[in-house]
């Protein structure tokens, strides 16, 4: 069992993390700082997750900071398409209408922080999607505001319940944060 020796914070402020990181019954705090999401050409979906992970926890560095730094950062892939947080609503509508009747891949990229030492790992999980019409997706944008989240979806969602068929890998990778392999990845840093 993971025994929590040092600090947690998360540098996030989803509150999807938040509530999984609770879950956890994680002790942390939630500190944030501006950063550039940018990313160079030619990566891979995991790739791109794990380098914006990385980047995050880089602008802590500066800081003496005596406690474990995590961040992440969720990416939704369609083929080699990357579907990051919506512009607006008409954009929502795009990705979703996309998204309808697919299989997407959802990346988390995961980084932790103490010291100097830093240790980065991703997931990626499989999400079967129904067939969605137009209807459907308009309610869920009017009702669920999905601007920030990647993909304009959230999984825990209205639309989690009647479009998602079935998932292969980790359903808490696709909210936001893989619990399973960071509860690891704690316990081993």
Request: net charge negative; proline share 2%.
């Given at each position: 069992m993971y025994q929590q020796k040092h600090p947690l914070i998360l540098a996030?402020?989803?509150?999807?993390r938040q509530d999984l990181m609770n879950a956890m019954n994680l002790n942390f705090k939630v500190m944030l700082k501006d950063v550039d999401e940018s990313y160079p050409d030619g990566l891979s979906p995991a790739e791109i997750a794990v380098y914006i992970a990385?980047?995050?926890?880089?602008?802590?560095?500066?800081?003496?900071?005596?406690?474990?730094?995590?961040?992440?950062?969720?990416?939704?892939a369609l083929q080699h398409e990357i579907l990051g947080k919506p512009e607006d609503e008409g954009h929502a509508?795009?990705?979703?209408?996309?998204?309808?009747?697919?299989?997407?891949?959802?990346?988390?990229?995961?980084?932790?922080?103490?010291?100097?030492?830093?240790?980065?790992?991703?997931?990626?999980?499989?999400v079967f999607f129904n067939v969605l019409n137009s209807a459907q997706i308009r309610y869920y944008i009017e009702h669920y505001h999905p601007l920030d989240k990647a993909g304009a979806y959230g999984i825990q969602d209205w639309i989690g319940l009647i479009a998602v068929e079935k998932l292969v890998g980790s359903y808490t990778n696709v909210m936001g944060l893989p619990t399973e392999k960071l509860y690891k990845a704690l316990a081993g840093f």
């Open positions: 996030s402020k989803s509150p999807r990385e980047k995050k926890a880089a602008a802590f560095e500066a800081d003496s900071v005596d406690s474990i730094v995590v961040t992440a950062d969720t990416i939704v509508a795009e990705m979703l209408t996309k998204l309808s009747g697919t299989v997407h891949q959802v990346y988390t990229g995961v980084s932790l922080s103490y010291a100097g030492k830093t240790q980065s790992f991703y997931d990626k999980t499989d």
